[in-house]
């Protein structure tokens, strides 16, 4: 009995090998598909982390650099009315002589200028520089103000006044006057700013400011020969002829809140220090920094031995 082989023929070509591999595609297994979930969770999780350290890092170099911003504004609006304090109007033309040529004129500085009318008047004694250690309701802890006058100006036609008080104001005829004080808004409790005011209402200059306060470099001559500098508060001025300079410290604080350990501290104004994770309200665990600064006055060597 003959045996009958049966011959399986596969289809040759392209159109076969893709029937063939069609039936032998297999899926994933499940723990391959938990395996590649927990990996991609693991990614996120990761990049997760790194995108709440980098929003950290950039809130606080963000708020470093806002507090160095308000900090160096607020000394440069206060130092450049503290360089001018007392500086008075050079009269070119007293009108006392007369010589053979107008350039020999002798010069004179105007000491005093009398109030008229709504014009307070310059008087450098009393209005050079005056502090209040604790200022009450319409007080200020720090006001400066100089002499105002016109003068010849190459744009102009006519002489005007260059001199400008905190909020860029022109001041009255006679007198430039700046006053600053560290403000808190009723409406705002939690809210401080440094205020200055000129010839209109007072105006925030910067925000976030815990502390502001105001020292005087005082110069004492009692002893021939020796001259003695002391550093007091505004109570202890006696005569404002004899300050010779001011140093002026700011206490800046930032936006964000900021995590850092329990007991973290800054250096107030006077020196101490302050835990500010102790701290309530919008400064509890904010960046504080304390900026210090000293203006020499540079006119009050004759308003302290010649004016008074």
Same mark, same amino acid.
Request: net charge neutral.
């Given at each position: 009995?003959?045996?009958?082989?049966?011959?399986?023929?596969?289809?040759?070509?392209?159109?076969?090998?893709?029937?063939?591999?069609?039936?032998?595609?297999?899926?994933?297994?499940?723990?391959?598909?938990?395996?590649?979930?927990?990996?991609?969770?693991?990614?996120?999780?990761? /990049?997760?982390?790194?995108?709440?350290?980098?929003?950290?890092?950039?809130?606080?170099?963000?708020?470093?650099?806002?507090?160095?911003?308000?900090?160096?504004?607020?000394?440069?609006?206060?130092?450049?009315?503290?360089?001018?304090?007392?500086?008075?109007?050079?009269?070119?033309?007293?009108?006392?002589?007369?010589?053979?040529?107008?350039?020999?004129?002798?010069?004179?500085?105007?000491?005093?200028?009398?109030?008229?009318?709504?014009?307070?008047?310059?008087?450098?004694?009393?209005?050079?520089?005056?502090?209040?250690?604790?200022?009450?309701?319409?007080?200020?802890?720090?006001?400066?103000?100089?002499? %105002?006058?016109?003068?010849?100006?190459?744009?102009?036609?006519?002489?005007?006044?260059?001199?400008?008080?905190?909020?860029?104001?022109?001041?009255?005829?006679?007198?430039?006057?700046?006053?600053?004080?560290?403000?808190?808004?009723?409406?705002?409790?939690?809210?401080?700013?440094?205020?200055?005011?000129?010839?209109?209402?007072?105006?925030?200059?910067?925000?976030?400011?815990? %502390?502001?306060?105001?020292?005087?470099?005082?110069?004492?001559?009692?002893?021939?020969?020796?001259?003695?500098?002391?550093?007091?508060?505004?109570?202890?001025?006696?005569?404002?002829?004899?300050?010779?300079?001011?140093?002026?410290?700011?206490?800046?604080?930032? %936006?964000?809140?900021?995590?850092?350990?329990?007991?973290?501290?800054?250096?107030?104004?006077?020196?101490? /220090?302050?835990?500010?994770? %102790?701290?309530?309200?919008?400064?509890?665990?904010?960046?504080?920094?304390?900026?210090?600064?000293?203006?020499?006055?540079?006119?009050?060597?004759?308003?302290?031995?010649?004016?008074?």
């Amino acid at each position: 009995m003959s045996k009958i082989i049966a011959a399986i023929t596969l289809p040759t070509g392209t159109r076969g090998q893709k029937q063939l591999k069609k039936q032998t595609q297999r899926g994933v297994t499940l723990i391959e598909l938990m395996v590649g979930i927990t990996i991609g969770l693991l990614t996120i999780a990761v /990049a997760m982390g790194a995108l709440m350290v980098s929003r950290g890092v950039s809130g606080t170099v963000s708020d470093a650099s806002l507090i160095q911003q308000q900090a160096s504004y607020a000394m440069r609006v206060i130092g450049q009315q503290l360089r001018q304090a007392g500086s008075l109007r050079l009269n070119l033309d007293p009108g006392t002589a007369t010589t053979e040529s107008s350039y020999l004129i002798p010069a004179a500085f105007e000491a005093q200028i009398a109030a008229s009318g709504s014009d307070p008047g310059f008087n450098p004694v009393t209005q050079t520089i005056v502090g209040k250690q604790s200022p009450g309701t319409d007080e200020y802890t720090l006001s400066v103000g100089y002499r %105002n006058y016109t003068e010849p100006v190459f744009t102009s036609a006519s002489e005007i006044s260059l001199h400008r008080n905190c909020l860029g104001e022109n001041g009255t005829t006679s007198l430039v006057l700046s006053e600053f004080v560290l403000y808190t808004p009723s409406s705002e409790p939690n809210r401080r700013e440094l205020r200055c005011k000129g010839t209109s209402q007072p105006q925030a200059i910067i925000n976030n400011v815990a %502390n502001f306060q105001v020292r005087y470099l005082l110069q004492d001559n009692a002893v021939p020969g020796t001259s003695t500098i002391k550093t007091v508060d505004a109570n202890g001025v006696s005569n404002w002829g004899q300050v010779q300079a001011v140093q002026v410290c700011l206490v800046l604080y930032g %936006n964000e809140p900021i995590d850092i350990p329990t007991g973290t501290s800054y250096t107030d104004c006077d020196g101490s /220090a302050v835990i500010i994770t %102790n701290l309530t309200g919008t400064r509890k665990n904010r960046m504080h920094i304390a900026f210090i600064n000293t203006f020499q006055l540079r006119s009050q060597g004759l308003v302290g031995s010649v004016l008074q």
